[in-house]
T-cell receptor, first 113, second 115 residues
Framework: DQQVKQNSPSLSVQEGRISILNCDYT??????FLWYKKYPAEGPTFLIS?????DKNEDGRFTVFLNKSAKHLSLHIVPSQPGDSAVYFC????????????FGSGTRLLVRP | DADVTQTPRNRITKTGKRIMLECSQT?????MYWYRQDPGLGLRLIYY???????NKGEISDGYSVSRQAQAKFSLSLESAIPNQTALYFC??????????????FGAGSRLTVL
C-alpha cells in the first residue's frame, strides 16, 4: 500500500498562472516532506522541503503547504514558467529512519507558453 | 563533471545475464543509495549504505546485490536478470543528517531493459 500518493498523473497550466501539485500521505509518523523535480534523462533534483511542525515553507516562486489533519501537502508554483515543465515527486521520511525516503508516483507538469 | 555519475546510462540485456550498474560520487557523502523507478510507482529503495562496512536492504532488494568498494563507489548487481527488472535505476548520495530533511543527490539514471 502506497504511503505517499500523487493522484494526478499530469497537470497542464498556462505560463504565468499558478501550478498546484498535490500529495496525500497515510503515515502520521512522517516528519519531513520533500519535493523533487525531474527533467527527462536527468535524475531528480531537490526543490523544497517542509517539517511537520510547520504549515508553510516558501522559496522564491515555490511554496509548500502542509495540512497535517488532512495528511495533505501541496506545492504551489507562482508564476509558472515553461522551464518548470517536469515531473514532480513528493517524498516523505520518518524521524527514526530519515535516510529512507518514501516517494509518490509523480505528477507531470506542462507549462504552456 | 556530475557529482553523482552512473554507468552505463543505457543497457539492453537478456534474461539470465549478470548485470552491474556502477555509481561514483564526488560529494564526499558517507551515505549512498540505489533506487528503482517504475511507471506509476515512483522511486523505491533497493539498497542503502551508510559507509563502506554498513550495507542494508531496502524495500525491494530481492534479486539484487550491492558492493561498496570505497566511500565514493557503490555498485548494484543483478546476478540473473529477469524481464520485470526492466526499469530506470538511480543512485543517490546524502550527507549525515544533522537537522532537517535528508536531502538526496541523484545521478542521471541507468535505464535497463531485460529481454
Amino acid at each position: 500500500d502506497q504511503q505517499v500518493k500523487q493522484n494526478s498523473p499530469s497537470l497542464s497550466v498556462q505560463e504565468g498562472r499558478i501550478s498546484i501539485l498535490n500529495c496525500d500521505y497515510t503515515n502520521s509518523m512522517f516528519d519531513y516532506f520533500l519535493w523533487y523535480k525531474k527533467y527527462p534523462a536527468e535524475g531528480p533534483t531537490f526543490l523544497i522541503s517542509i517539517s511537520s511542525i510547520k504549515d508553510k515553507n516558501e522559496d522564491g516562486r515555490f511554496t509548500v503547504f502542509l495540512n497535517k489533519s488532512a495528511k495533505h501537502l501541496s506545492l504551489h508554483i507562482v508564476p509558472s514558467q515553461p522551464g518548470d515543465s517536469a515531473v514532480y515527486f513528493c517524498a516523505a521520511s520518518e524521524m527514526d529512519s530519515s535516510y529512507k525516503l518514501i516517494f509518490g508516483s509523480g505528477t507531470r507538469l506542462l507549462v504552456r507558453p | 563533471d556530475a557529482d553523482v555519475t552512473q554507468t552505463p546510462r543505457n543497457r539492453i540485456t537478456k534474461t539470465g545475464k549478470r548485470i552491474m550498474l556502477e555509481c561514483s560520487q564526488t560529494k564526499g557523502h558517507d551515505r549512498m543509495y540505489w533506487y528503482r523507478q517504475d511507471p506509476g510507482l515512483g522511486l523505491r529503495l533497493i539498497y542503502y549504505s551508510f559507509d563502506v562496512k554498513d550495507i542494508n536492504k531496502g524495500e525491494i532488494s530481492d534479486g539484487y546485490s550491492v558492493s561498496r568498494q570505497a566511500q565514493a563507489k557503490f555498485s548494484l548487481s543483478l546476478e540473473s536478470a529477469i524481464p520485470n527488472q526492466t526499469a530506470l535505476y538511480f543512485c543517490a548520495t546524502s550527507d549525515r543528517p544533522r537537522a532537517g530533511a535528508n536531502v538526496l543527490t541523484f545521478g542521471a539514471g541507468s535505464r535497463l531493459t531485460v529481454l
